[in-house]
């Protein structure tokens, strides 16, 4: 008899659907804790990876914002001309023009029309009795319609100015500094000059009111004022004053110009100070001479300015060239359309503008940062993310198996377990994005200015397109957590009962990477990368900016590298610990290294999230400490002090005593030092050697008054000083200067101590001025900030031997001091009574705190501690779910262990053995790993110097090196020790207690066998 066997027939994917539906929905049931855990955890890694770019952009456009609102003058754009001809027909011409090119270009820009104002030439200031100049005292009239001046000033006293018909006095408002400079006082009439000729007609002025900038970035002077310096400070030199524009106006067709200011010769005689004016009360006028005469000054024009203010509130780092090319064009069709006879001079200016260039010009180096950190915590993530897969694979793996050995397929199993995956994907890709939005805008309310809580509601207020900004990084994160996970469950869903207790008791399957000796090669790779790195920076060849984002990049490679050369250690260490516990007889510790060398796989993995966790964690916190370190080492460097800078005017008569005494008696000051600053030249040796910067320092003072690094020089400070001091009898008697150079002086002049040498400054009529090299130092602080490093050698020397051989070498010319350090209190009501008495001087911690607060540098700040909350994040939730299912995994032998007679205290010790050394290996090689990485990492730290381009000449021109080790930041750095400690607590008590009392009876009697 013949037997015929029907083949079954395969069925549709499509027919198993319903099956596999109900299958997935029954093991959700039963194993809703570990999807839970699970979900949590792909959401947590997907909502921290998509945070980055958006806080990126959230500080970014904060700071822009904040930028455009803070910079003095405001967002307006400034036209301004010189003209001899300031007639209301002239200015109405040319105003006309100036509209057109604006309305061209910028319309979609500007907030509203021109505002006009003019300013006068310097205006002598005249005794009120005798009639005379008063020396070196000299006012410029600002003229503005009264609502914007309204705006701009905040009234103290009086009232603003007002036009008046007729008038035979302008009447002035003024700032308290300028009062408190010129003696002037409300209700004041005082006298001034037109400084062109003695038969200039004078002007009477009329005090009214005393005001204040009405915030603190309000600028009254139009910025830099073209028509002279502004200087606040302690004996001012040119002072401005607000009137009222039509008053300014009101009597210009009357002014009788009858030649250009423009060709006024040089041949001029100075205003003698015996020349005696008659008080006039005369209506405002003046008239210019052919021939000039007493107080003749070729540079006596008006100004006259149109200012456009302008909104950016939809300016952003993507589309800054939609403003910075029109205006380029702009600024080009200006100079082509305006022209005129009578304009001497055209410009346009817009501070925001230089600014917002800046940014566009510096913010790739940012981008490069960022990116490359970006690559570094999604690498981690990833590794995160895939664990967690692999972990919910595992820990599903018993019923895998129990479900094939009852007749499920492979494709049922199969098709429930990833259609459980999917789901979990799918709601993870749109809850983590959320998540990220809401862990921005907290840590945008630490880190950020309040400005930043509307760049916030734009994110909300916009969700398509902030999702649309993040959502390929969510994409990659879901996509590689659904595929590690189908692999897995491909794996498991081809095991038996028989593979799995085989595999319970001792893998037998060496990975690839192990097979192919991956992490050796890699090792070889990093070796010769840094190699490669170090000869091309030491030689020259490239620019370090360009090499450091391969430091970068050879973060995540040594993390990975070291990772995989522990793993094939590792053996060997449990190995070791087994026999060395074995002597000692201790069995809880034997047990625990007896199942870490038989199954390592969980202690493994447990030892490596921790230990990224932790490298991560470390050379970012070190990354953080440069940043702050830098910014404060390039400020130090800049400004020498805590204040610093050039002295607005010195009172001849002034002994220098008593300007010692002077500033050193002012409130909040701790410390002062006088110096001298010049420029000098080598014309005597044939080898090129740049400006030489003199720095002439009160070597008695400026130890105490000085911030000083370590770096600077081998010598310390006080050292350098007395050894200037010592040397003062020596310098007056043989006609030469003791001076300490810096490195570029002293090799460009092949320099030794005791050598003779000749240069020329330019205070010295060009004359020679003989000194002697007395040491040599590395750096010495700036004080010249117009010129880079690279251009400019530096040499200090002390201000009282200057000042005696330039007497002696010039027939008894005496100098004055015109640079000023000082040396504050520490208290804030001393450095603001310091920044209020010298608003002009450059303040060393408002330069810090500039550039901390500088969009940029809080943006990358924001980012690395937010790659810090993502390993530490991630790690708690990795090693917790690790040991959950380890010891889940384990309450059989645990079980088998109480049967026999084991007491819960002595299971408890096994995991304490277990857990404390998974720990402790992990604290050991995520330190290790995090020094390394910081190592490698460092040469990257360049990258700040080019961000730290953009906050300001401060921190402009430097080549200041880094230093060769990073700082460590030992709070922080003992703060996130503490934190890894209290994880690794908390998961250890909760593990020994719930695997050291297992239900003995249930799990014995319902074995998944």
Known sequence: MVTHTQKLKRQRSVALLPAITLLAKNLCKQTWGILLITFCGIVACVGLVCAVPLFMQTAIQTGLQGVIQQEPGGTAIINYVSTDQPTPAFIQKIGGRVDQVFQAHLSNYLAGGAQLSLSTPKLQVLDSRSGKAVSQLSVSVFGYDPAPLAQRVTLVKGRLPQAHTAAKALEVALTQPVADNLGWQIGSWQQVRFPVAASSTVWRLHVVGIVAPGSATSDIWHISNPSGDNYAGMNGGTDNILASLPALLSNSAALQITSGISGIGSNVAPLAQTTTTPITTRPLQYTIPHSGGPGTDPSAIFMVYWSYPISLSHIDGNNLNTFIHPYGTLVSDLYDSVQDAHIISHNTISPVETQLESYQHEMPYEMVAVILLLVSLLVLALFMVSMLANVLVEGQLATIVMLRSRGATQRHIFGAFTLQGILLSITALVL???????????????????????????????????????????????????????????????IDIVELRRNASRPNRTPLWKRLYLDFFLLLVIV???????????????????????????APLTLLAVSLFFLRIYPFLTRLGTRSLAKSKAAPGVLAFSQMER????????????????????????FIATQQYRIEEIADYQIGADFSGKLAGINARQSFKDLQHQYSSVAGVASA?????????????????????????????????????????????????NQLIDHRASAIANDEIPVIADTQLWDRLN?????????????????????????????LPRVQDDMADSEVANMMMDYQNYSAVYAKDHHGAQIQPNYLWLSTHGDVHSISQVRQAFPTLKDRRASIAQAENEPLQVALKGILILGIIIALVLALIGVGLAAWLSVKQRRMSFSILRALGMAPGQIAKILLWEQGFTYLFALLLGLGVGWLVTLVVAPAFGLLDHILQVVGIVFNNTNLPLQKSAPIPTTWFGLMIAIFVLICGIVLLLMSGYGARPAVGQTLRLNED
């Open 432 to 494: 983590g994005p959320i998540c990220a939005i809401f862990l921005v805008g907290v840590i945008g309310q630490l880190l950020l200015p309040a400005t930043a809580s509307s760049t916030f509601g734009a994110l909300i207020g916009n969700l398509p397109h902030t999702f649309g900004q993040i959502w390929f990084i969510a994409l990659i994160t879901v996509v590689v957590a659904l595929f590690v996970m189908i692999m897995a469950l491909r794996r498991a869903s081809l």
């Open 599 to 622: 199954q390592p796989h969980a202690t493994l993995r447990m030892i490596l999230l921790l230990a990224l966790a932790l490298a991560s964690s470390t050379y970012l916190l070190s």
């Open 673 to 721: 030092t006088l110096g001298y600053h010049d420029i000098a030249n080598s014309t005597v040796t044939q080898t090129y050697v740049p400006p030489v910067v003199v720095s002439a320092i009160d070597a008695s003072t400026y130890a105490q008054t000085a911030v000083w690094q370590s770096f600077y020089a081998k010598q310390t400070l006080p050292s350098l000083t």
């Open 751 to 779: 320099l030794y101590p005791g050598m003779h040498f000749t240069l020329t400054t330019d205070n010295a009529q060009f004359q020679n001025l003989h000194f002697v090299a007395l040491a040599e130092v590395d750096y």
């Open 528 to 554: 010769a990368g840094i190699a490669y790195y170090q000869l091309l920076a030491k030689s020259g060849i490239g620019d370090p900016i360009l090499l450091a984002p391969l430091a970068f990049l050879a």
